[in-house]
């Protein structure tokens, strides 16, 4: 299952495929700036997400985490 949204200037899909779903940003421009498979992750990792993107792509992204466990 894949859920697409656009959060501000990005475009965000999250692909759920079996236990590790992948996470792929692209800019306004349409330059794929994250492709990331998240599996285990640190508060390190939602920061590095936030600064290339917005805490609004993060705050989604992990709510919708929340909901599909």
Do not use: A
């Not at 990331?36 to 936030?50: K, L």
């Amino acid at each position: 299952m894949s859920t697409m949204f656009k959060s501000g200037d990005f475009f965000v899909r999250l692909r759920f495929q079996g236990e590790r779903p992948k996470l792929t940003v692209w800019n306004q421009n349409g330059t794929k700036i994250i492709s990331e498979f998240i599996s285990s992750t640190t508060p390190n990792f939602w920061v590095q997400i936030g600064k290339l993107t917005s805490q609004d792509v993060v705050d989604q992204v992990q709510s919708l985490l929340q909901n599909e466990k």
